[in-house]
């Protein structure tokens, strides 16, 4: 694990949750298994190669690059998170064959075209700004033909429930989608409701053109 240069606002933030997050996320950020069973089945479908080259960002704890380890353990595996206090943990259950970095992600992030998926889970919320410099950054690392796999909070019609995720540093306003669905090659994409549709989160997959 390599150290980031400057701090940044999450890490306050996440100094605290770190410690609870595995413990407490299971009972709302959903969809993730669901995304990373789909993502694998892809994978698997029309393999590109014996290990694929798999990279989650925003990888947080590495609870989503354990279960990939699982599904596919030929793959090889980068996780990128710019919070030390998560990539500490993520480190503890990191397999033999996955590499992290500590870093926010961005174009230099990982080489040119070569990366067979990328996987974005419950991260691109949070990416405020760059959400949108980060997709960018996906296509530019994406193996042609590449996975784009995304499991994120969709929307909400309760203003009061969007301003508390807003203190949370996710932004819940639908915007996600609607980019992705322009700027990759759709393959499939879900949206599901959470808490009797308090929230909808979504289960994005795509390929770069
Ligand atoms: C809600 S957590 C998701 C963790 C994991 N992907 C999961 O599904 O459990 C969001 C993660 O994104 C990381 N993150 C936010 N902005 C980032 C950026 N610009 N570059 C890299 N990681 C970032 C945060 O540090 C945090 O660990």
Known sequence: MTAAATPHPLERYYRLHARIYDAT???FLFGRDR???QAAAALQAAPVRTAPRIAEIGCGTGRNLAALARLLPEAALTGIDLCPPMLRRATA??????CLVCAAYG???LPPAATDCIVFSYALTMFNPGWDAALDAAARHLAPGGLLAVADFHDTRAGWFRSWMGVNHVRLDGHLLPVLAARFDTVRQEVRPAYGGLWQYFC?????R
């Open 93 to 98: 259950k990191a397999s033999p064959r996955t």
């Open 107 to 109: 174009p230099d992030s």
């Open 35 to 37: 995304l990373l069973g």
């Open 204 to 208: 994005y997959l795509g390929r770069v």
């Open 25 to 27: 996320r299971w009972s």
